[in-house]
């Protein structure tokens, strides 16, 4: 079967940190673009960063900028996303997604255009 597996996802204080894995398996994800959205109940999905097949170009939402991280670890099919200073607002379900990229091509894809999805997973950011 192949899937996106995400997990790291827990209930923390503001301030606090969290890491979110995405492990794939079925098929090889260094040679696909892979992003972290996010949705909240009542608000649209948001796309919070994404990664390049090979790690070296990055996007971050505004939102988040200087406080989350997106890594990858091609050896290991897994892609990380840091989280520091979680604020509230940051509470969401957080999903990966993986779309097949091309030598050059473009880092940003529509949710529909991701070829694979993982289930989710929960982070709260509350006191």
């Known amino acids: 079967q192949l899937q996106l597996v995400e997990s790291g996802g827990g209930l923390v204080q503001p301030g606090g940190s969290l890491r979110l894995s995405c492990a794939a398996s079925?098929?090889?994800?260094?040679?696909?673009?892979t992003g972290w959205f996010r949705q909240a109940p009542g608000k649209e999905r948001e796309r919070v960063s994404c990664i390049s097949s090979s790690g070296i170009s990055t996007n971050y939402a505004d939102s988040v900028k200087g406080r989350f991280t997106i890594s990858r670890d091609n050896a290991k099919n897994t892609v990380y996303l840091q989280m520091n200073s979680l604020k509230p607002e940051d509470t969401a379900v957080y999903y990966c997604?993986?779309?097949?990229?091309?030598?050059?091509?473009?880092?940003?894809?529509?949710?529909?255009?991701?070829?694979?999805w993982g289930q989710g997973t929960q982070v709260t950011v509350s006191s």
């Open positions: 079925g098929f090889t994800l260094r040679s696909y673009v």
């Open positions: 997604a993986a779309k097949l990229s091309r030598l050059g091509g473009s880092l940003f894809f529509s949710p529909d255009e991701y070829d694979y």
